[in-house]
């Protein structure tokens, strides 16, 4: 037996073959998605957001000025007249109200609203995600019907060939099977070319690992069962644009009152006059006459009331679809459950019966097709239904906020 030192090299020597063949979950690639540039890029714009209401809510950087005062022209000495002198001075910027803060609560709920943008832009790319794997589900399950009546038909053509041989059967019905089969034989090649699609949609989501993605993994049970609780992250983000145009408009209220500017000054004298250094203050203000705060108050006004429209009509479409989408999902339900319980049942047996009677020379081969393709039919409109049924419950667990990958 070989000793655990070198079970453990071998294992180490093998590794990399094996690794590249790991399968991909659901929720291995759920994760990915999380990850994926298209949401960081929007995380990053949140936090580039909140840092500049770090900006916005300051009252900017204190001045610090030095002042040469009074020097004579001829000769700039500093001890010819007493009003020479070097003046050191700082000077702030003071907010006599508190729209500074009301700015920066601005742009922290504008950065909020980008991060649920980006969680709900998470649940977009998932509910693409599904799209693409019910599109997989449909095309495979159109494949097996394609081959089922692939298999069908190929009967049914050696049943016509011997006809024709034993001078039962016609020339014309052998051509018309034959080409019926190439028929399903292009069906099934284009079906390929749309799963190589549905590959390509794959690898934009995935990445590399798309195409080591287990198909198997993917929870269906739970996509047609609806939860009461949800997050809707497009609500929540509206939500909070409305409360930042509201800090908005409150700014440029207050913005009315001025911000004044005070200044303290040192002046360093040669005290010819012995009356030592001077010190002085100064407070200046600009005088609000201008139409530019009273216009920035009155845009501030006009966009808080769009946004809050803006959240009261995604509100009542939201309320307005769910609707839509459970009647749906019930009409579906109903039509596929006729379809199950009795129009197939009955496609199915006069199939069989057309096809007994075809092979005994009792029926026309047009008979034969007739039923043979409209039980084709049947069964991708069966497949049609389900594709549309999951389609449904997807789109109403996406409106609801229900969690996509579970």
């Known amino acids: 037996m070989l000793s655990t030192k070198y079970l453990i090299l071998l294992l180490s020597l093998l590794l990399?073959?094996?690794a590249p063949f790991a399968k991909t979950s659901f929720k291995d690639a759920a994760d990915i998605l999380s990850g994926h540039s298209s949401v960081v890029a929007i995380e990053r714009n949140s936090q580039g957001l909140k840092e500049r209401g770090e900006v916005e809510g300051s009252w900017g950087d204190p001045q610090v000025s030095v002042a040469f005062k009074?020097?004579?022209r001829d000769t700039l000495a500093s001890d010819e007249t007493p009003m020479t002198g070097i003046e050191f001075g700082v000077a702030q910027k003071i907010a006599l109200t508190p729209k500074y803060a009301r700015k920066q609560k601005s742009w922290d709920s504008f950065g909020d609203a980008e991060a649920f943008a980006a969680k709900d832009h998470y649940r977009v790319l998932l509910k693409n995600f599904w799209q693409i794997l019910i599109t997989e589900k449909l095309i495979?399950?159109?494949?097996?019907?394609?081959?089922?009546?692939?298999?069908?038909?190929?009967?049914?053509?050696k049943t016509s060939k011997r006809l024709y041989a034993n001078g039962r059967g016609s020339q014309q019905a052998v051509l018309d099977i034959q080409i019926r089969k190439t028929e399903i034989e292009s069906g099934?090649?284009?079906?390929?070319?749309?799963?190589?699609?549905?590959k390509d949609q794959l690898s934009?989501?995935?990445?590399?690992?798309?195409?080591?993605?287990?198909?198997?993994?993917t929870p269906w049970k739970k996509l047609l069962s609806l939860n009461t609780k949800g997050e809707d992250f497009k609500e929540k983000s509206l939500k909070a644009k409305v409360q930042a145009k509201n800090y908005q408009h409150q700014a440029m209220q207050l913005n009315m009152v001025p911000d004044i500017?005070?200044?303290?000054?040192?002046?360093?004298?040669?005290?010819?006059d012995g009356r030592g250094d001077f010190v002085s203050a100064m407070i200046s203000l600009p005088l609000p006459f201008s139409q530019t705060k009273y216009a920035g108050k009155a845009q501030a006004y006009y966009e808080k009331e769009s946004m809050q429209k803006s959240l009261v009509n995604y509100q009542r479409f939201k309320?307005?679809?769910?609707?839509?989408?459970?009647?749906?999902?019930?009409r579906i339900q109903n039509e596929l459950e006729i379809l199950n319980q009795k129009t197939l049942r009955f496609a199915e047996n006069s199939q069989k019966i057309t096809y007994k009677s075809y092979a005994l020379g009792n029926s026309s081969y047009?008979?034969?097709?007739?039923?043979?393709?409209?039980l084709q039919e049947l069964y991708l409109k069966r497949i049609n239904f389900q594709s549309s049924l999951e389609k449904a419950y997807l789109s109403l667990k996406f409106l609801k906020g229900e969690k996509l990958y579970e």
């Open 140 to 157: 495979r399950e159109k494949r097996k019907v394609f081959k089922e009546n692939l298999n069908s038909i190929s009967k049914i053509l």
């Open 70 to 72: 009074n020097f004579p």
């Open 319 to 330: 309320e307005n679809e769910l609707s839509v989408l459970s009647t749906q999902i019930a």
């Open 188 to 198: 099934l090649q284009s079906l390929g070319f749309e799963r190589s699609q549905v």
């Open 16 to 18: 990399p073959f094996v």
């Open 204 to 217: 934009y989501l995935l990445g590399e690992k798309a195409p080591s993605f287990d198909y198997s993994s």
């Open 261 to 272: 500017q005070v200044k303290l000054g040192y002046t360093k004298r040669s005290n010819i």
């Open 366 to 374: 047009n008979d034969l097709l007739q039923s043979d393709l409209k």
